[in-house]
Each structure stands twice: as structure tokens, then as C-alpha cells.
């Protein structure tokens, strides 16, 4: 099976400098807009952009860094980082974006291995955890804060604010000032824009190396089918160290000539939502789960009529935008059902979007048909779409007038999909990367000698050119969030305390991971009294074995950010074999094997651990 989108013959590859003086050449007055101190939304415009960007590359310049240079962005979504990706960008530098919510330890990985030379750093907090580890960085040089900050005791890292950066920039010598636009536009379409780091199953993060034409041509052959204009604004939520936001976000957005709101922090979205009233926003499916979760909530506490009246509608709203969408006729009495159950129920909910949201995007993960059926009740439609990391990253997106829920829709122009004889699907196009950074056997096993880039999720296409994902053929868990947790690290780690003899990570597409945990029996015994002629089946029920087993996965998961910790651990007598069917002949678990064996256990535990999370547990598992 294969769907395929030829490239306009109007197509050049272009470079991100063209993208971005081809946006200061159509000025506007709101740009982007940012919550001030006061509470009062603060518009810049395309020439403050522009000169706060140029400011920053000359700044960066005037320092003596250099073209293939790496710099950092460490931080969370904000209009400073946007900026400081422009200025990169027009300096002729290498971005290296990490998410601001790793430990130390990730952050030394990704800056050591990147030779990051700079980092920009959010506050004080982020600049704290590089001097935790700039001793395992002698590349870096500088951190450049976006506030004020004080530099850390014992710290011999080389520390200015974004402030002092430009105004080295606005006094640069003549020599570097009168070449700024000429200096970046050398930058080829082939030169490398950034190297981001994605989790992998066997252990460390891998750099992908995305260059200028995979950006500006995923912007461009995205603008053509996705029907997004200046008239739009745009509310930035998601981390921007994801390539989602990044391209989405931030380049199309730029490209398109739309204004970008900069949500305050990601706990105040619902509030920044009725303030700056988008007409667009990209997200994972998590928030829209919660957005359901919250009405279905509401209307339960109301209870009585209320609860009758939302039920309804949600009937109502949901057969006719199936109806809608499957191209079959609304009859009246439907028509009618529908109008009512809008202005009861429906109408709310868009109120508390704002009023005006056109449609919104969903990406990072697989979206459930049952939270798009609502939303397209609410007249509020989600469109899906399909892509990777190394695919920078749009790959398909489903079109506007023709949604088909279940699928992630038809490849952009330029694109090829192909199903292998797997099932793997391939991806063959302009915006696949260059390869993965120090990783030359990995980026073999990627991309083959055709091109193709295999993905490692499987698919179908159907006879209209949809792509649908069927399965995951990598153990990668991909959480409801759009987080990428490697399994594998984490189940050895955890292996490894003598209590443990079997671990298995599950939580893909869910909130967050548990941890399937085989006691190590011989280790566990010793520790209790009275159990000598126990069965294991009994000695998993004991909650003084659950309390020991709780323990080690704590103590070995520590070191792990806080979204690849498992939040609970369900105990199970085992042992897992190959006659059992647990195991491959290699040894390997089947994990959908060990799922669908344990199901009814594990719905139960995600209850029990959703149930048992603290305010803060949400807010950190929120993108």
C-alpha cells in the first residue's frame, strides 16, 4: 500500500533566515502577544521581532561565536525563547533545545554530547542545573538568562542576561552590523538547524539532525493544504523544545503571518484561553481529554437534570456531526435536536474557549475517536495529523473539509508513505532528517538506501489515501501527554535491585507509566516473617511485599525525569516465560501480550494511582 503527494513544481528549498525576513517583509502590529505583570496582554510587533532577533544574533556573533556552533535553549514556551531561536537562526548556529522539566543529568547528557558552546536558560532554576554540571562540559562557555539571576556558588560558568547579550548586539562593530542580513542568508538549505534529542528504546537520547530545508519545507508543504492565514491567533501552550510546537507553533505561525499568544505557564491555559480568544490552537491529546473530562465532571456533580440534559445533548451533538462528517443529510428533526442542545450545552463550552476557535490540532499522540466525536458535537473540530521527530515532523494531516476520524489523514505535497511488507510504516520526502548526531549506525537502520525512513509504527492506507496507525512496532511508550519514555532503561534500572526479577513499563497513551513488577522471591521471603511456606500468588497480596517492592522502584527510578517514574507498581506472582508466552524465543516481552493478561488489574491500579495524585504530580505530568 502506498498514498503519495507530488511537490508543487513551484518548490525551492529554502532555509529558515528566508522564512523568517520573508515574515519581517509583511509587518504587523500583532505579531505576538505576551501577559504582562498586570495581567494585561502586550502586543509586539513583526519590527520589534525583528530587531530584538537581529540584536541577539549580532550579540551572539560579537562573542565569537561562529557559523555550525551549538547553543542551547533551555526553557520553558515563551516569547524569549522564540527570539532566542531567531537570533540563532540568523547568527548561522545550531539550535539545541532541551526540555526544561529533565535533571541535571539529562541536560549534561544532551549538552555534552550536543558541544553546545551556549545556553540560553529560563531562570535561575535552569541556570542552576547547568552549573550543577558544567564540570562534565568543557565546551560550554556561557549562559545567557532571560531574567535576572545570581550566579551559582562555586559556578565559574560565564553568566550575562538576554538584556546585556543585545545590547552587546546593538553596539556590534560595523564589520559584523553592515552583514547581518547577508551573513544568514549564506546559510543553505542543506546546512544542519538543529539537533533535537528523542528517546530511544535502548538507552540514551539521539540527537536528530534536522536541517534548513526540512523546516521550511514542512512550513511550506503544510501552508498548502492547512488552511491557516493572518487572520488567525494562535495560543503557544505546548514545550517548545517539541519539533510539534516548534514547526507548528512557531514557524508555520511565523510563515502564515498568524498571531501567537504565549500562554503564561501550561496550568494557565483555560485562563488565557477566554482572554485571548484563539482562533487556533496544537496540543496534545491530553488536554482535549481533560477539557472532556472536566464537562462529563461538571455535569455529574450537577447531577439530576442537568447530568439528563448533557447527556442529551452529547448524543444529539455527536449523531449529527457523524452524520456531518460520513456526507449523509441532517434531517430536520435532528437539525432541530441539535440547535437546541448547541444553546444549552455546547454554546457554554465554546464560550470557555474563547468564542472563536476555528478548529483546533492534535499531534504527539493518538487522539481517542471518542474525544474528537465530542468535540466535533461542540462544534469545535480537532484535526489529526501524523508525524515524527525525524520527519521535522508533519507527515499527513487530515483535510479540513474531508476529517476522517480514526485516521491522521493524507500525506502532505511532497510526501511518500509506503507500508512495508510488515506493516512498518515508511516515509520518504523532503522534511526527513539528516540522521541522528554521533549515531551513524543508528541512522542506517532508519533510512535505507532509498530513502525511506521507517518509522517503527505500523499502519494501513485506505482506499482514499488515509493513513491510519495500527500499532507501535518499537517499545517506545508515547503518553497521553505526547511524552517519549524509552522502557527499557528504565525496567533495567529498576531490575536491578535484588527484590526485583521481572519488570515491564506499560502507559502508552496513558496519563503517565506503571511498572508490571515479578518479585525476585528468594530476596523477598528473608524480609518477612511467618511467609516460609507461602505461595507467591500470596506473597503479592502481602502489603508488606508491595511496601518493600514500592520501595525499590522509588529508589531506582530517582534519577529518571518525573514523567519516565512509574506512579505505581502492580505485583504479579509470574515468573515470565517462553511456554507461558510471555517471552519471544530471544527472550524479549510481549508486552501486548502481558497487557491483555493483566488488563482488568490494570485499569484497576490507574484508578487507584488517579485517584491518589497530588495537585503538583498533575501539573508536572502536563506538557
Not at 558541544?115 to 558544567?134: I, M, S, Y
Not at 491557516?228 to 510546537?245: G, K, M, N, R, Y
Not at 445533548?313 to 435532528?334: F, H, K, N, Q
Not at 465554546?350 to 465530542?374: D, H, I, K, N, Q
Request: with cysteine.
Amino acid at each position: 500500500m502506498q498514498a503519495s503527494s507530488p511537490l508543487p513544481d513551484d518548490y525551492r528549498p529554502g532555509t529558515l533566515p528566508d522564512l523568517f525576513l520573508d515574515g519581517l517583509s509583511r509587518p504587523r502590529d500583532d505579531a505576538a502577544r505576551t501577559r504582562g505583570a498586570d495581567g494585561v496582554w502586550v502586543s509586539t510587533s513583526t519590527d520589534d521581532i525583528g530587531r530584538r532577533a537581529r540584536a541577539i544574533a549580532l550579540g551572539l556573533r560579537t562573542r565569537g561565536f561562529e557559523a555550525g556552533d551549538r547553543i542551547a535553549i533551555l526553557s520553558q514556551t515563551r516569547l524569549e525563547w522564540a527570539l532566542a531561536d531567531w537570533g540563532i537562526v540568523m547568527a548561522g548556529l545550531t539550535s539545541v533545545p532541551v526540555y526544561p522539566v529533565l535533571p541535571a543529568d539529562q541536560v549534561r547528557y544532551i549538552l555534552a554530547d550536543s558541544g553546545a558552546r551556549a545556553v540560553f536558560v529560563e531562570d535561575q532554576e535552569q541556570l542552576d542545573k547547568v552549573a550543577e554540571v558544567e564540570h562534565d562540559l568543557p565546551a560550554l562557555e556561557l549562559a545567557i538568562a532571560f531574567g535576572p539571576v545570581t550566579a551559582p556558588e562555586g559556578s565559574s560558568l560565564a553568566a550575562m542576561q538576554l538584556d546585556a547579550l543585545s545590547d552587546l548586539g546593538e553596539s556590534a562593530p560595523e564589520s559584523l552590523a553592515s552583514t547581518y542580513e547577508t551573513h544568514a542568508r549564506k546559510t543553505r538549505p542543506e546546512d544542519l538547524a538543529t539537533l533535537i534529542y528523542t528517546s530511544g528504546t535502548t538507552g540514551d537520547p539521539k540527537g536528530v539532525m534536522l536541517t534548513h530545508a526540512n523546516f521550511h519545507s514542512n512550513a511550506d508543504m503544510a501552508l498548502r493544504v492547512f488552511p491557516i492565514d493572518s487572520t488567525h491567533v494562535a495560543l503557544a501552550l505546548l514545550p517548545l523544545a517539541h519539533v510539534f510546537e516548534r514547526t507548528v507553533g512557531h514557524y508555520i505561525m511565523w510563515r502564515a503571518g498568524v498571531t501567537v499568544a504565549y500562554a503564561e505557564s501550561p496550568n494557565t491555559v483555560a485562563r488565557d484561553l477566554g482572554e485571548v480568544s484563539p482562533t487556533f490552537m496544537a496540543a496534545v491529546p491530553r488536554v482535549f481529554e481533560k477539557v472532556l473530562e472536566r464537562a462529563e465532571a461538571t455535569a455529574r456533580e450537577a447531577g439530576g437534570a442537568k447530568q439528563k440534559i448533557f447527556n442529551w445533548a452529547r448524543r444529539v451533538g455527536e449523531a449529527r456531526a457523524m452524520a456531518e462528517l460520513e456526507g449523509r443529510r441532517v434531517g430536520p428533526g435532528l437539525q432541530l435536536q441539535s440547535a437546541l442542545a448547541d444553546r444549552l450545552v455546547f454554546s457554554k463550552l465554546r464560550a470557555r474557549t474563547g468564542g472563536e476557535v476555528r478548529y483546533f490540532v492534535s499531534g504527539g499522540a493518538p487522539l481517542s475517536p471518542a474525544v474528537a466525536r465530542f468535540f466535533f458535537a461542540a462544534r469545535l473540530p480537532i484535526v489529526e495529523g501524523y508525524g515524527l521527530t525525524e520527519t521535522s515532523p508533519a507527515v499527513s494531516f487530515n483535510p479540513i473539509d474531508a476529517i476522517r476520524l480514526g485516521t491522521v489523514g493524507k500525506p502532505i505535497p511532497g510526501t511518500e508513505i509506503r507500508i512495508a511488507e510488515d506493516g512498518e510504516i515508511l516515509i520518504r520526502g523532503p522534511q526527513i532528517m539528516a540522521g541522528y548526531y554521533n549515531k551513524p549506525g543508528a541512522t542506517v537502520e532508519a533510512i535505507d538506501g532509498d530513502r525511506w525512513f521507517h518509522t517503527g509504527d505500523v499502519g494501513e492506507i485506505d482506499e482514499d489515501g488515509y493513513l491510519r496507525i495500527t500499532d507501535r512496532k518499537k517499545d517506545l511508550i508515547i503518553t497521553a501527554y505526547g511524552k517519549n519514555i524509552a522502557p527499557q532503561p528504565v525496567e533495567a534500572e529498576i531490575k536491578r535491585h535484588p527484590m526485583v526479577a521481572e519488570a515491564v513499563m506499560l502507559g502508552d497513551g496513558r496519563k503517565f507509566p506503571i511498572v508490571i513488577v515479578v518479585p525476585e522471591f528468594e530476596a523477598v521471603r528473608p524480609e518477612l516473617h511467618g511467609v516460609e511456606e507461602a505461595a507467591d500468588a500470596d506473597l503479592v497480596t502481602d502489603a508488606r511485599t508491595r511496601e518493600m517492592i514500592e520501595g525499590a522502584v522509588r529508589e531506582r527510578c530517582r534519577d529518571f525525569a518525573h514523567y519516565e517514574r512509574p506512579r505505581d507498581v502492580l505485583l504479579v506472582p509470574g515468573p515470565f516465560t517462553v511456554e507461558g508466552g510471555e517471552l519471544t524465543p530471544t527472550l524479549k516481552v510481549k508486552r501486548r501480550v502481558i497487557e491483555t493478561r493483566f488488563a482488568g488489574a490494570i485499569e484497576a491500579l490507574y484508578e487507584r494511582a488517579e485517584d491518589a495524585m497530588s495537585g503538583r504530580e498533575r501539573e508536572q505530568d502536563r506538557p
